[in-house]
Each structure stands twice: as structure tokens, then as C-alpha cells.
């Protein structure tokens, strides 16, 4: 893997570009002295020893003292592992007062936009969290299109998560696990997704070249789609 790509990670971790730059060069050099770090990564003597303090603070560099000289190094990489299990017990302890904090508010409708193929892989990670049954008329066919890698990993962790689903789409469902399927008529050409849960509708434009998704939360919009789902469901044999 080259620099550039094991910045950009060190980036999703958490690092800033020149925090990842100096930690880099700290695994390169091992036990270093401020001046070499800042050299390996071209950073100037100043701001790399400001840096090492900060990568201190976070548990990846430790520090020795010889000879009056103070000497760098980075902690084992597998500490960064480490760091993301405490952030995520952290994250787990405070989420019921975050999560009661967002209930406290009056309940308004709500819409989110979504563009790309990142944008709506967004909104599909939200039906992974339901709770109950999903209604869900899609065009398998395009989705899988669009989603060649993405969409059977979702599936697989809807079947893990016991998500049951009803499904109106244009050919056979991939697993049958928690499934009941219909299949709509030809006379339904479609390149669309649609998914109805929890007072929510999502909705998805499967456009290779500029697909984009709506994220609404409304009561009265749930109903009515669900409404025209229930009346489909029973026409259909």
C-alpha cells in the first residue's frame, strides 16, 4: 500500500495529514530524535515536536529520555485497535442520553438528500437498523447494478440482523431468508428502490451516472405509501 493511501486511512482514523505524516515516519525510523521525524516527514522542527506531543496524547508515540536528549517512538500499531474499541465503548455509554436528548425534542418531518453511490449506501445502512418488517418494492435487477460488491454484503447482514421484508420487485429475491415474495407484472418498468418502515420511506434513484435518495420521515407520507403497497400486495397473486 503506498503513503498516500495509508494517510488517507490514518485520516478516517482520526489523524490530521501531518499527524499521520509524523507518525508514519515514526514506525519508519524507530527510536528517533525530534529533528530526524520532522526530516522523514517533511515537516519543520517546530511543528513536528508540537505533533509528537499530540500523537502522545493519544496513546500511538511514547517518549525516553537519554543523555539529556529526548527520543521518539511509535507505539505497536495494533494499539490503534485498541484506541477505536475504547472510542466505541465510550460512544455506546453516552448513546442512550444522546439518544434521549434527540427524543426530547418535538418530532418534525424530516427529509435528507442524498447523491451518488456513497450517498445511497448511507440511506440503505439505515433500513439494517429496523426493528420491524420493511415493505420493500425495488428493481433488483438495477440495484444490483449499481451495487454489484455493496449489495450482497447487505444482504448478508439483513439476514444476520433478522430483518423481515416484504418484497415487490421485478425478478426473485437473492435469499429467501425472512423474505415473502411477489413478483410484479412486466408492465412495471422500474429503476427505483423503495423501502417502508418505521413512520419512514426511502426512496432511490438507481441512475448509474448520477443516482441520488430521499430519506423521509413523516407519519402521513408512511401511510399513504404503505397504503398503495398493502392495495399492490393483495392484487398480485
Known sequence: MEKRELIEVLEEF???????KVYLACLELGLSKVNEIGIKAGIIRESTYGILNSLINKGIVSSVIKSNVKYFEATEPRNLKQILREKELLIEKVLPHLNELKKSKLKKPQIQFYQGKE????????????????????????????????FPNFI???EKARIKIRLLSDKKPFSKKYIQF?????EFNFNTAHW??????????LN??????LLIEDKDIFNFQKNIFELLWRLLK
Request: glycine fraction near 4%; charged fraction near 30%.
Open 14 to 20: 482520526g489523524l490530521s495529514v501531518n499527524e499521520s
Open 119 to 150: 450517498g445511497l449506501k448511507t440511506i440503505m445502512e439505515e433500513i439494517l437498523l429496523a426493528k420491524n418488517e420493511v415493505l420493500a418494492m425495488v428493481s433488483n435487477k438495477n440495484l444490483t447494478k449499481l451495487f454489484e460488491f455493496y
Open 156 to 158: 448478508r447482514r439483513r
Open 182 to 186: 411477489k413478483k410484479l407484472p412486466k
Open 196 to 205: 417502508i418502515y418505521e413512520d419512514k420511506v426511502i426512496i432511490l434513484s
Open 208 to 213: 448509474q451516472k448520477e443516482p441520488v435518495g
